[in-house]
C-alpha cells in the first residue's frame, strides 16, 4: 500500500499544481488578491505531497519491495544502506521524482519566505514554476512511473550500475539538481517580470538570492562529479568533456553570466532586457541537460535512459518550456528598455564583458556538445568532438576575462580610466611573472603551464589588491583597516573569497592538466617503479569479499630517499550480481601533489599485475578553490540585504508595458 499512497500523492501533487499555475495568474491580471493568495498553500501543499511521494519511493528501496519495477532493476538485499537509499535517485524514475521535489521546494521557499515580494509578482513567478511542474508530472505518470508494479515480484534485484556505488555518486546527484533546479525560480521571476511588463532594481535583488543559491549548489555538484571521476574511473584525471558533464557544466556558465548581470540591474537599472533572457537561456540549458541524459542520444557512464520515446517528450518539454519562453521575450522584451548609459571602461563595461565571454563559452561548449549528434541524425556518420577541440576553443575564450577579473571590481560605475586601475595593480604584474618564471623553472617550457600559472597568480594577487584597496591597507592606520574589515559587506567578502578561489582552482587545473606524469609497467611482487622520485614497491595482490562484490586488492609501499612514505591499496572489483568490474584508485593526497596507483589485469602466472602510477600536481589546489568558490557564494548569499528584503519597486511600468497589457 506504501507504494499506491505515494502513485497517489504524485497524481494529487499534478492537480494541485494545474490549479497553482492558473488560479493565482488569472488573479494576477484580475488584481484579485484572493485569488493570487491560493499560490502560497497551493505551492506548500505540493512540496508536501510530493515529499511523501519520495519518502514512499525510499521506504520501498530500503526495505527491497521488488513488486516495484524501479526497486527490481536499481536495488538488490546485499548493497549496503547508503546505496540503497542512493539508488532511489540513482535511476531514471527516482531522478525525476527528486527533480521534481526540488522543483516545490524552492516554489514552497518563496511560498513562506517571499512575503515582502508584491503580491502580483510572488503569484505569478509561482503560477510559472507549477507550469513547468505540471510538464514533468505528466511525463513521469504517462512514462516514467516510479512506483510501477512488476507481477510476479522476483525474489531479488538487479542491483544499482556499481559505478554508482560510491559516496560521490549518492550527494552528486541531489546537488546538481538543486543547481540545475534552482535556476527554474530565476526562470520563473523573469516570466512573471515578462507578463506584468516591469523589471526594476527590485526584481534584481528578489532574483539574485535564488541565482546565487542554484549557483552554489551547481559549482559544488559539479566538483563531486569530478571528484567520483578523478578516483572511480581510475585513469588519473578529473575531466574529460563528456557531453553529460558538458550538461551541467553549460547552465553553470550561462548562471555565472546571470548573476554578475543581475547585479548591474540593481545597481544601475540597466541590462535588464538582457538578464530577462539570460534567466531563460540558463533554465533552457538545465533542460536541455536532462534532455541528453534521458533520452537515448547519448551513450555514458553518466546517463540514465537510453528509451528514444522519453526523449521525445522531454525534448516537447523543452521545446514548450523555451519556445514559449523565448516567443514571450520577443513580444516583452523591447519594453525592458534603459537609458542608463555607460563608458566601456566601467564597471558595467566590465560585467558586460564577463557576459559575453560567459555566454560565448556555453555556445562553443554547446556547439561541440551537439555537432556529433546533429551530424549523425542527419546521415553524416558518426564523429567525436573532446578535449582537443574545447581546449583550443574554451581556453583561449577564458583567458580574456580572468585577465579582466582582477581589474574590473576596481573600475568605477558609469565611466572609469583603465591606466590608475592597472598602476594599482602592479604587485598582481609582478606576482605572474615571478610565477611564471618559477613554473618554467621547476617544470618547464609547457605553454599551457605557464599561461594558468601567471593567470592564477595575477587573478589572486589582484583580488588580494582589491581587497587592500577597500580597506584602504597601509594608506590609514592598521587599527582602522581592521575596523574597515570588520565591516566589510557580507556580499564583498564573498565575491573576494570566490575569486580567490577561483584562481586556486585555476592553479589546481594547470597542474593537474599539464603537469601530471604517469607510468605504466607490469611488475611482479617485490619490483619497484619510480614516479617524480617517489619510488613505489609492488607487494603483491590478494583477495578480498565486499558487501556485494570480490576484489582484487594491491599494495603499494611509497617511498622517497629511502623513507616510507604511505602505503597504497588500489582494488580492481567485481559486482557479482551484474558481473562488472570497477576500478578503485588509491591516492594520498600531498598539497604539492597526489600520489595515485592504480591496478590492472594479471600477466602470467608469476603474480605480474599491469599497473598505473600517477604523480598528479596540485590537485588538492583544485578542491581547495572550488569549496572556497562555494563558501564565497554562501557568504554573499548571507548578506544583510538579501535578509531584511529588496527596495522599493517602483510604480512607473515600463514604457510600452501598460499598452502591451
Not at 521535489?101 to 524552492?106: A, D, P, T, V
Not at 555607460?342 to 556538445?369: C, K, W
Not at 580492481?572 to 593526497?589: C, D, G, H
Amino acid at each position: 500500500m506504501i507504494a499506491e499512497a505515494g502513485h497517489f500523492a504524485l497524481t494529487l501533487a499534478l492537480f494541485v499544481a494545474v490549479v497553482q499555475s492558473s488560479v493565482p495568474l488569472i488573479g494576477a491580471e484580475r488584481r484579485d488578491s484572493l485569488w493570487m493568495s491560493v499560490a502560497q498553500p497551493a505551492a506548500i501543499l505540493q512540496f508536501l505531497l510530493i515529499t511523501f511521494a519520495f519518502a514512499c519511493l525510499t521506504i520501498a528501496f530500503v526495505t527491497s519491495d521488488f513488486s516495484l519495477t524501479t526497486v527490481v532493476r536499481n536495488s538488490h538485499t546485499a548493497k549496503p544502506l547508503i546505496y540503497k537509499i542512493s539508488g532511489v535517485w540513482g535511476n531514471h524514475e527516482g531522478s525525476m521524482l527528486l527533480w521534481v521535489l526540488i522543483l516545490s521546494l524552492f516554489g514552497a521557499l518563496v511560498a513562506m519566505f517571499g512575503n515582502n515580494l508584491p503580491p502580483g509578482l510572488r503569484a505569478r513567478a509561482l503560477a510559472v514554476q507549477a507550469m513547468v511542474a505540471v510538464g514533468f508530472y505528466l511525463f513521469m505518470l504517462l512514462t516514467s512511473n516510479p512506483f510501477e508494479r512488476i507481477i510476479p515480484p522476483p525474489a531479488n534485484g538487479q542491483d544499482l550500475n556499481p559505478l554508482l556505488q560510491d559516496f560521490g555518486l549518492a550527494v552528486h546527484p541531489p546537488m546538481l539538481y538543486l543547481g540545475y533546479v534552482g535556476f527554474s525560480m530565476a526562470f520563473s521571476f523573469a516570466i512573471a517580470a515578462l507578463i506584468e511588463g516591469r523589471v526594476d532594481a527590485a526584481w534584481a535583488r528578489w532574483v539574485r538570492p535564488w541565482t546565487l543559491l542554484a549557483w552554489c549548489f551547481l559549482t559544488g555538484g559539479i566538483a563531486l562529479g569530478s571528484w567520483w571521476a578523478y578516483y572511480e574511473l581510475g585513469w588519473g584525471g578529473f575531466w574529460f568533456w563528456d557531453p553529460v558533464e558538458n550538461a551541467s557544466f553549460m547552465p553553470w556558465l550561462a548562471g555565472t553570466a546571470l548573476l554578475h548581470s543581475s547585479i548591474v540591474v540593481e545597481k544601475r537599472d540597466a541590462l535588464k532586457g538582457w538578464t530577462v533572457f539570460l534567466a531563460i537561456v540558463t533554465f533552457s540549458l538545465s533542460l536541455l541537460g536532462t534532455f541528453l541524459v534521458r533520452s537515448g542520444v547519448l551513450t555514458s557512464v553518466h546517463a540514465f535512459a537510453t528509451d528514444p520515446s522519453r526523449g521525445v517528450f522531454i525534448l516537447a518539454l523543452l521545446v514548450i518550456v523555451t519556445g514559449g519562453s523565448l516567443i514571450l521575450f520577443a513580444w516583452r522584451g523591447p519594453g525592458l528598455k534603459s537609458d542608463v548609459l555607460f563608458q566601456p571602461i566601467s564597471r558595467e563595461g566590465g560585467l558586460l564583458f564577463n557576459n559575453l565571454v560567459m555566454t560565448t563559452a556555453a555556445a562553443t561548449v554547446l556547439l561541440g556538445t551537439l555537432y556529433p549528434l546533429m551530424l549523425e541524425a542527419m546521415g553524416g556518420g558518426k564523429v567525436s568532438v573532446g578535449a582537443p577541440f574545447f581546449n583550443a576553443t574554451f581556453v583561449p575564450l577564458m583567458l580574456p576575462m580572468l585577465v579582466a577579473m582582477a581589474a574590473g571590481p576596481m573600475l568605477t560605475w558609469k565611466r572609469s580610466d583603465l591606466k590608475p586601475v592597472l598602476n594599482r595593480l602592479w604587485f598582481a604584474f609582478f606576482a605572474a611573472a615571478l610565477m611564471a618564471i618559477v613554473a618554467w623553472w621547476l617544470q618547464g617550457g609547457a605553454v599551457y603551464g605557464l599561461i594558468g600559472a601567471a593567470i592564477a597568480a595575477w587573478l589572486f594577487a589582484g583580488t588580494m589588491v582589491q581587497l587592500a584597496e577597500r580597506i584602504h591597507l597601509f594608506r590609514v592606520p592598521w587599527r582602522e583597516s581592521l575596523r574597515r574589515l570588520g565591516r566589510m559587506p557580507r556580499a564583498a567578502w564573498g565575491m573576494t573569497i570566490a575569486h580567490a578561489g577561483l584562481a586556486i582552482t585555476i592553479a589546481g587545473v594547470t597542474g593537474a592538466g599539464v603537469w601530471k606524469i604517469e607510468s605504466i609497467q607490469t611488475l611482479s611482487p617485490g619490483q619497484s617503479a619510480t614516479v617524480a622520485g617517489y619510488e613505489y614497491v609492488f607487494q603483491g595482490v590478494k583477495k578480498v569479499d565486499g558487501p556485494n562484490y570480490r576484489a582484487d586488492r594491491a599494495t603499494f609501499q611509497v617511498k622517497k630517499d629511502g623513507k616510507d612514505i604511505v602505503t597504497l591499496s588500489p582494488e580492481k572489483r567485481l559486482y557479482v550480481v551484474q558481473n562488472q568490474p570497477t576500478t578503485e584508485a588509491a591516492i594520498y593526497p600531498t598539497l604539492w601533489g597526489d600520489l595515485y596507483a592504480v591496478i590492472g589485469d594479471p600477466e602470467g602466472t608469476n603474480g605480474a599485475y599491469v599497473t598505473r602510477l600517477y604523480f598528479n600536481p596540485l590537485v588538492l589546489w583544485m578542491w581547495i578553490g572550488v569549496m572556497l568558490m562555494v563558501l564565497g557564494g554562501a557568504f554573499s548569499l548571507s548578506d544583510r540585504r538579501y535578509r531584511v528584503g529588496a527596495p522599493t519597486r517602483t510604480s512607473r511600468p515600463v514604457e510600452g508595458a501598460a499598452a502591451a497589457q
